[in-house]
């Protein structure tokens, strides 16, 4: 299969004409070709998004909220394929792509629909005017999104962009274009206008930066590795772009010591586990209270170990591939760092060989690892993988210590038989989200994003209809 760039409604080969491999992570072979996109194509995309803006910022929002339903009942009627190129594209197991991504990418639409329907107005009285807030579209906007969930993604932002009025140059990874390049089709089948929404597909230092360095992008919302996030923010900051960033994690799961233990085992192994650990939100440190570990750590190892790791088509497997085999030797050698730094391997370790198809995928199993130092490195940077590392502390104080230790705060889960207790815990923890007794239960109207280097702004209802509107207040003087 060969893939185009999607550029004023009709798929276009990159001006170079080079093209770069993407692969199956779950067998290694190769998928498809996709383009390598340079400044020019960009160029020719800007082009397109901001011929199609006056007419698209003119319709009518409800005209807009016709159009983002029509996209979300498109979608929904072709979930099986998103499910399945999601599945090759990431190697994440089918029963979760079907679950979450194929899910997420319709009801992105329908919420923001929804959401944009009951939009109020926003008017302060004074005493001898009144001020009227108006709303206007950015123009035409920026959209990069990562690997790790990525039509869910890139769809969390085409949704409130459109329906807000904004055309889009957008770029997926070029790891995972498949999902994109399906909405590029459903887009043509429903005739939905041409040059709003535009996709570059390419390489993030290429394709990706020429969007960031766009004089006539006015704002960039960007989702990715934190790295990556603060060579956006140098780009896009001086041109005083409008610029949200969501970038990453390494979230603390607390076990308090009141916690139901098989309810909270079960917790933490999803929350560490999901993707392979591939979620920005995965709880990669389990905070466990002293007196309860002993009885904690074996329920949440069989856990782990009752987990089904396999071949992503088979819709019983709990875990797949991680996304590449380069991304596997990262991981592994963050496994061997830990050992190096006096951790005990608990459970998993080693990358697993498969047989055919997926003899060549890249797969490692989920790994437990105890007794590294809260600081060490294994313990504080994001490994973006099956690999977690459980500490032991002592009191409240020191849980909510050790979860504020790192350069993150993403996000973060308590687990306690007390939800009040777990409420005042998670209020101390440094991080733009938090869930008690739970993980992952998101209501999509609630702000989404970061503090310290987890990420700059929110996402989410009325926080996503802002960052894509350009707010004016008119004080008019009564008579
Ligand atoms: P990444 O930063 O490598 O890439 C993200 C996107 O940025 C890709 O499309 C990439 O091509 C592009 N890119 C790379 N270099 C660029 C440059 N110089 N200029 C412009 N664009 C560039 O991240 P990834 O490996 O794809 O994704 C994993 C990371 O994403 C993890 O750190 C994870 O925590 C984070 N993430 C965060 C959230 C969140 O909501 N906070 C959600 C999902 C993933």
Not at 259 to 285: E, H, I, M, W, Y
Not at 403 to 413: H, K, R
Request: charged letters at 20%; proline letters at 5%.
């Amino acid at each position: 299969m060969q893939i185009e760039n999607f550029i004023g409604g009709k798929f276009i080969a990159p001006l170079k004409k080079t093209y770069l491999e993407n692969l199956n992570p779950a067998t290694g072979k190769i998928t498809s070709r996709i383009p390598s996109s340079t400044n020019e194509d960009v160029e020719m995309a800007v082009e397109a998004a901001q011929n199609a803006l006056d007419n698209w910022s003119q319709l009518s929002i409800d005209k807009r909220i016709i159009w983002l339903r029509k996209i979300a009942s498109a979608l929904e009627s072709r979930k099986e394929d998103i499910a399945a190129l999601e599945s090759m594209d990431t190697g994440k197991p089918i029963a979760l792509a079907k679950r979450v991504d194929a899910a997420r990418s319709v009801s992105n639409f329908e919420f923001f629909a929804e959401h944009a329907e009951n939009l109020s107005e926003l008017n302060y009285k004074m005493s001898d005017a009144t001020n009227y807030v108006t709303r206007k579209p950015v123009g035409v906007v920026g959209l990069i999104t990562p690997w790790n969930l990525p039509l869910y993604l890139l769809t969390w932002k085409v949704a409130p962009a459109l329906v807000m009025g904004n055309t889009i140059v957008a770029k997926p990874s070029e790891m995972t274009p498949l999902t994109a390049n399906l909405l590029c089709e459903i887009l043509t089948a429903i005739d939905f206008p041409e040059g709003v929404i535009n996709i570059v597909h390419g390489l993030g230092p290429s394709a990706g930066q020429a969007i960031l360095e766009h004089p006539n992008i006015k704002a960039i919302s960007f989702t990715g590795g934190t790295a990556t996030g603060k060579i956006v923010a140098q780009i896009a900051a001086p041109m005083f772009k409008k610029l949200s960033l969501e970038l990453g994690g390494k979230n603390a799961t607390i076990i308090l010591d009141d916690a139901d233990l098989p309810t909270a085992a079960k917790g933490a192994a999803r929350a560490a586990f999901t993707n392979s650990g591939q979620v920005c939100l995965c709880g990669s440190r389990i905070l466990v209270a002293d007196n309860i570990y002993d009885e904690f750590v074996p329920l949440l190892i069989s856990e782990v170990e009752a987990m089904k790791i396999g071949n992503p088509s088979d819709e019983n497997t709990d875990i797949g591939s991680v996304i590449s085999s380069n991304h596997m030797e990262k991981v592994l050698s963050y496994i061997d760092l830990a050992t190096q730094e006096g951790g005990k391997i608990s459970t998993g370790g080693s990358t697993l060989t498969l047989p055919s198809p997926n003899s060549d995928g890249a797969f490692i199993q989920p790994t437990l690892i105890e007794g590294l130092a809260i600081d060490s490195r294994c313990a504080t940077e994001e490994i973006f993988g099956p690999v977690a590392s459980i500490h032991r502390f002592f009191s409240e104080d020191e849980a909510i210590e050790m979860a504020n230790i790192t350069q993150y705060g993403l996000a973060g889960s308590v687990w306690t038989s007390n939800p009040a207790r777990g409420k005042s815990v998670a209020e101390r923890i440094d991080s733009g989200i938090l869930w008690v007794n739970t993980w992952l239960h998101r209501d999509l109207r609630t702000p989404f994003g970061g503090v310290k280097n987890s990420g700059v702004g929110r996402e989410g209802g009325d926080w996503s209809l802002n960052f894509f509107s350009e707010l004016s207040n008119i004080c008019v003087k009564d008579d």
